[in-house]
């Protein structure tokens, strides 16, 4: 089971914003950068976020990151048909000694 | 660019061993970590473990320890997963990717590799 808990879908219509959380823990999220992948279907997952709120070069920004305290969000505005993936957060855990990913959110543009 | 391809999909009988190839290619090989990550169909993503191409220094968690095992052939930059006392329940793609100090980025391709009796 994961440790980084996300609401199993969210959904908006084209041109409207989605917020996606990941809730954690201090020894995850608390003291961890954490980094959020996009997941097309049937694809392998995609470098969205990094280090919290960071866009790799090619990610447009409608896609922001933020964190506080044990918790991280991901916005997407200007809500586009191409943004209906599945997304996921992950973080490094220092009492797992793992990395930990996000149950993991289904977006669905309406 | 940097890229991770991966070997082909894998049926194997439970109890037996596979082993995932990934190979790097448009960065230099020992730079970067390399992670696996699983995903069994329709659930989410399970981390496996990483390994560092130039130590060879390994982490793995904690569900498969004893059971996986990462190396390498830096020579040929080509990163190896060796899972075994395959169960149904390993049933899953692996995917391979390219960890620090990079983030995760890129992912191969995934392998799909079926347990079956």
């Known amino acids: 089971q994961s440790v980084l808990t996300q609401p199993p879908s969210a959904s908006g219509a084209p041109g409207q914003r989605v917020t996606i959380s990941c809730s954690g823990g201090p020894s995850n999220i608390g003291n961890n950068a954490v980094n959020w992948f996009q997941q097309l279907p049937g694809t392998a997952p995609k470098l969205l976020i990094y280090i919290n709120n960071e866009r790799p070069s090619g990610v447009p920004d409608r896609f922001s990151g933020s964190k506080s305290g044990t918790s991280a969000s991901l916005a997407i505005s200007g809500l586009q048909s191409e943004d209906e993936a599945d997304y996921y957060c992950?973080?490094?855990?220092?009492?797992?000694?793992?990395?930990?990913f996000g149950t993991g959110t289904k977006v669905t543009v309406l | 660019q940097v890229q991770l391809v991966q070997s082909g999909a894998e049926v194997k009988k439970p109890g037996a061993s596979v082993k995932v190839s990934c190979k790097a290619s448009g960065y230099t090989f020992t730079t970067y970590d390399i992670n696996w990550v699983r995903q069994a169909t329709g659930q989410g993503l399970e981390w496996v473990g990483w390994m560092n191409p130039n130590s060879g220094n390994t982490g793995y968690a904690q569900k498969f320890q004893g059971r996986v095992t990462l190396t390498r052939d830096n020579a040929i930059t080509t990163a190896y997963m060796e899972l075994s006392d395959l169960r149904s329940d390993d049933t899953a793609v692996y995917y391979c990717t390219r960890g620090r100090p990079s983030n995760f980025d890129p992912w191969g391709q995934g392998t799909l590799v079926t347990v079956s009796s």
């Open positions: 992950a973080a490094w855990d220092d009492s797992l000694d793992s990395h930990v």
